[in-house]
């Protein structure tokens, strides 16, 4: 006798990258990145010697582009990373208020608040500068909480674990929701259910309501 098929899983929890998933906005921090970096000498050059995309695995945030950015350009070391983080943090948050929203975003962060889904946004984005931007958009009052990147580059898998026990499930419970290699790895390492947005993936959030 065929066994019967396992039991579907409970969903009681989900994550969502931020950027190009809930929001159009990995153009614009680029064109962010390239402005502040362009005032040097260069400067834009310099940036393709050095991992800026956070997507691709690689543990990166603001704080290490701009100390690499630093060792590449010495006219920059005199201004300081911290400051060119500044500079570029500035610009983000400036950008980000008028980002467009991914279609369905919002309309999807609701229906999770309305079924009680406790919802998290889980960014490669430094923790401050990402819930700045959530709050921005109004989205604080859909999530339980925003959870972004320390500043010497984190994990998303780190956030996922602090998800899974803030919702007191297991890692099958949990499902993350991404459009980068680095959301498939830390959902694959984890060990919840990924849903890719764009590429072989969904068309965008929408598709999944």
Known sequence: MASPPPAPTVLRA???????????????????????????????????RIDTDSRTGAKVTRHTIFRDFCREVPAARAVGAEALVDRYSQAVREGIASATEVNGASRLLAELRDRNVPTFINSATP???????????????????????????????????????????????????????????????????????????????????
């Open 127 to 209: 923790t401050s500068a990402l819930q700045d931007a959530v709050r921005a958009r109004g989205w604080d009052r859909f999530v339980s909480a925003a959870l972004g990147a320390p500043e010497g580059g984190g994990d998303k898998v780190d956030n996922l674990a602090e998800i899974a026990r803030r919702a007191s499930c297991a890692a099958a419970e949990v499902a993350h929701v991404g459009d980068g290699a680095n959301d498939a790895s830390a959902a694959q390492r984890f060990g919840c259910e990924f849903f890719r947005i764009g590429g072989e993936g969904y068309r965008d959030i929408a598709s999944l309501t």
């Open 14 to 48: 989900v994550s969502l990258d931020f950027d190009d998933t809930l929001i159009e906005s990995e153009a614009m921090k680029r064109a962010a990145l390239v402005r502040v970096a362009s005032a040097f000498a260069g400067g834009e050059a310099a940036l393709g």
